[in-house]
């Protein structure tokens, strides 16, 4: 419950000064929100517990009596915050938020309304709810919108607190909205000089405990630098760094330089801060004031740390060389200072940053990443702003670190979650990957081993996902749909079609020997429909238009003029933990073949559904047969003799003739043909064909390939051939 002001349509801040608040237009309903704006909303704007001689309570909220635009964009930035732990205030926020584009549509008719100040503060609230209440990217909307009341007011006053707000928002999401602050120059310096003889207007003391104003001035001195990386990251990514890569190296060890240099003539209250001021002995106990400046100073030596670690990261995206003593440095200090913060407590939007780039830096550190995780996870009752979506990016990056084992360029993951802003002038190869991830996939064979681990991959690249199987179940994972489909019932094929424009289809045959009818009958209906892409999940013996099953369907898709790929995988290695031979190796410590001594280059279908993954996501198309081997060459026997060894007793591989296999496999219910078709496949490998090697898993996902042993080591800790206990009844 809030607590409301005894008197109704009055807001009360202290004895002296009362708001009287238009509560017939706005409604009653409206004061709540209002007053959660006064007392917890506007100390958290600019600064953390920013309570006296705040410019927004002592100059903006009085305007929102003759204002409807800031009134209710105040409402809606105030429900928004509430909303995050109470969810039923998510109505009034969205209500009076469109009231607010409303009333601020009405009030930019007016030259005189455009100018004031109450118009460019309900646009900078409005940012400001996107910012904390929104996963869309309309805050920079509302931000160019401010930029251009603040142009049509005569361009930034250094010396106003509504063009300072602004220069926090244009220069903090410069940093990740992948281009440089809006408006030219370091416009939110000090003015050294008027221009026209006049007195120069008092220096502003905001927040009220920064006493002298260091830390307000020396975060306005890094600003300068954080602009400049901001405009150098997006050059690096641009043209500029494709053809004259020299001169981003160049510009970096520029700012580089600048940046220590500044740095070393801070104060010594600022740059020598310890992290463990709160631990510290002292004379007496830090007042408030004292105290809320420290926690200013850890944040902004957080956010200079920060800068340090983007710096090295443009020059080197992807980590190929040694991480340099002073990003080691940096990270280690952005910890320490996460570490010395106090549960609960909300974090200053310097730490962020730090937090966000000391994410960005490290590698397959699990316990760095949780102390990240914990601290960038905000406290709504501490602060308006949180950290959901950076968190979110630096989850998927984390991942794909452990999986694949390699640094990836966060930038690039960020415009593949489809979170960067502002489109590159010139990138056309960054917008067309924008443009490709925004595609919707159909995978077929949905629960199938494949198409099941591609799922995961796709949805954290954000595309939107369609599982298609005869259940039409799917994982609880983001845009992802489940779709009724059924090979054998051809009324099911248009309904995969009907909820999104598909761009592109995985492909996994119907387990019969003439699979080309069916297939070419969907494969037709989704080219009418539109698909520009299929990837088709086939085998190793089977190149195009050879066999009955797959090859000639690879042929077919070939030659339609679409973009394909076709994917040829040897034997998986989940046949051993997940299929027949997980059964008879756990019941009867068998492996039962017709392979004789013959040797596979078993492969993972972890590494098959991550080349699948490129070959559904690439801008470029592959247009490509891939035959998709492991790193290693085992005979049954050999793999027979591991088991034997991980599992602690003994397996023995049983050697079959391919009739007596075939037989075998009717016995359990497969149709006779398709018995003795798979039976063959085992003489194939009996023979010799599949002893051979190459580089496609490395060269397409840019990762080794999962060795043999490892995956039994993996099965062996998770149990999957541990006899089952039978218990008498």
């Known amino acids: 419950m809030l607590d409301l002001p005894q008197e109704k349509g009055q807001m009360r801040r202290d004895e002296t000064q009362v708001w009287t608040l238009p509560t017939v237009a706005a409604g009653m309903s409206t004061v709540p929100y209002i007053h959660h704006f006064i007392t917890f909303v506007c100390r958290f704007l600019a600064y953390s517990n920013d309570n006296e001689g705040n410019p927004f309570q002592e100059e903006l909220i009085p305007q929102a009596t003759s204002s409807p635009a800031l009134l209710h964009s105040m409402a809606a930035l105030a429900a928004g915050h509430l909303a995050r732990s109470q969810p039923h205030h998510d109505m009034a926020a969205t209500k009076h938020y469109a009231m607010a584009l409303h009333e601020l549509q009405e009030s930019l008719s007016d030259p005189v309304i455009a100018r004031a100040d109450s118009t460019l503060g309900a646009c900078l609230l409005l940012c400001v709810y996107e910012i904390s209440h929104s996963r869309t990217s309309l805050w920079l909307d509302h931000l160019q919108g401010a930029r251009d009341l603040i142009l049509f007011r005569g361009g930034p006053k250094s010396n106003e607190y509504l063009t300072r707000f602004f220069s926090f928002l244009d220069v903090s999401g ?204 905000a406290d709504s009752n501490s602060s308006i702003y949180h950290a959901d979506r950076a968190l979110e990016l630096l989850e998927v990056l984390w991942k794909r670190q452990h999986q694949y084992g390699a640094k990836y360029d966060w930038r690039e993951v960020q415009i593949q979650m489809e979170i960067q802003i502002l489109q590159l002038e010139n990138q056309s190869t960054h917008l067309g990957r924008i443009m490709s991830l925004k595609s919707s996939i159909l995978l077929t064979g949905g629960t199938g081993k494949v198409s099941s681990r591609i799922i995961p991959l796709l ?18 994972l983001l845009n992802t749909t489940g779709v009724k489909f059924d090979w054998f019932d051809s009324t099911t094929y248009a309904s995969s079609f009907s909820q999104t424009q598909i761009n592109a289809v995985f492909l996994v045959a119907p387990p019969i020997i003439d699979c080309v009818p069916p297939m070419k009958t969907f494969i037709d209906l989704a080219v009418e429909k539109g698909v ?56 009867e410590d068998k492996i039962i073949t017709a392979t004789g001594e013959g040797k596979v280059p078993f492969v993972s ?42 599992v602690g007793r003994k397996i023995t591989h049983v050697k079959l003739s391919e009739s007596q296999l075939a ?38 996902t840019g990762h080794e390939p999962t060795r043999f042993q490892d995956f039994v080591e993996r099965c062996v800790e998770s149990d999957v051939w541990v006899k089952q206990q039978h218990t008498d009844i």
């Open 174 to 377: 410069s940093l990740s909205s992948g281009a440089g602050p809006l408006l030219d120059g370091n416009y939110w310096l000090e003015d050294t000089d008027t221009g026209d003889g006049s007195e120069r207007p008092k220096k502003m003391k905001w927040p009220y405990y920064d006493d002298g104003n260091v830390m307000a001035d020396h975060f306005r001195q890094l600003m300068i630098f954080m602009a400049q990386l901001s405009r150098l990251s997006a050059d690096s990514m641009g043209e500029l760094g494709i053809n004259h890569p020299d001169i981003i190296v160049q510009r970096a060890y520029e700012i580089h330089d600048d940046l220590l240099a500044w740095w070393q003539c801070c104060p010594p209250e600022l740059r020598d801060q310890r992290n463990d001021w709160r631990r510290q002995n002292r004379p007496r106990k830090l007042t408030v004031p004292e105290t809320l400046e420290e926690e200013a100073f850890s944040s902004t030596k957080s956010c200079m740390q920060g800068c340090i670690i983007y710096l090295n990261h443009i020059l080197d995206p992807f980590g190929r060389g040694p991480q340099k003593l002073e990003v080691v440095e940096a990270i280690n200090d952005i910890l320490e200072i996460a570490r010395e913060i106090p549960e609960g407590y909300g974090l200053e939007m310097g730490i962020y940053w730090g937090l966000f780039m000391a994410g960005v830096a490290i590698f397959n550190d699990v316990v760095a990443e949780d102390l990240i995780r914990r601290s960038m996870k």
């Open 459 to 476: 949805s954290s690249n954000g595309n939107t996902v369609l599982v298609a199987s005869r259940s039409g179940r799917c994982p609880s």
């Open 532 to 587: 520009k892409r299929f990837v088709l999940l086939s085998a190793s013996v089977l190149d195009a238009g050879d066999g009955p099953m797959m090859g000639k369907v690879s042929k077919y898709i070939s030659s339609l003029g679409v973009e394909w790929a076709i994917l040829r995988p040897t034997w998986f290695m989940e046949n051993f933990s997940e299929m027949q031979h997980m059964f008879s190796i756990r019941d």
């Open 605 to 646: 279908a972890d590494d098959i559904a991550a080349v699948a993954f490129r070959a559904l996501t690439d801008e470029v198309p592959h247009n490509a047969d891939h035959l998709i081997l492991g790193p290693e060459l085992w005979s049954y026997d050999e793999v027979a003799e591991l088991l034997t060894k991980k």
């Open 663 to 700: 037989e075998a496999m009717t016995s359990f219910g497969i149709p006779v043909d398709y018995a003795k078709l798979l039976a063959q496949l085992d003489t194939v490998i009996k023979n010799g064909e599949e002893e051979r090697l190459n580089s496609v898993i490395l060269d397409v």
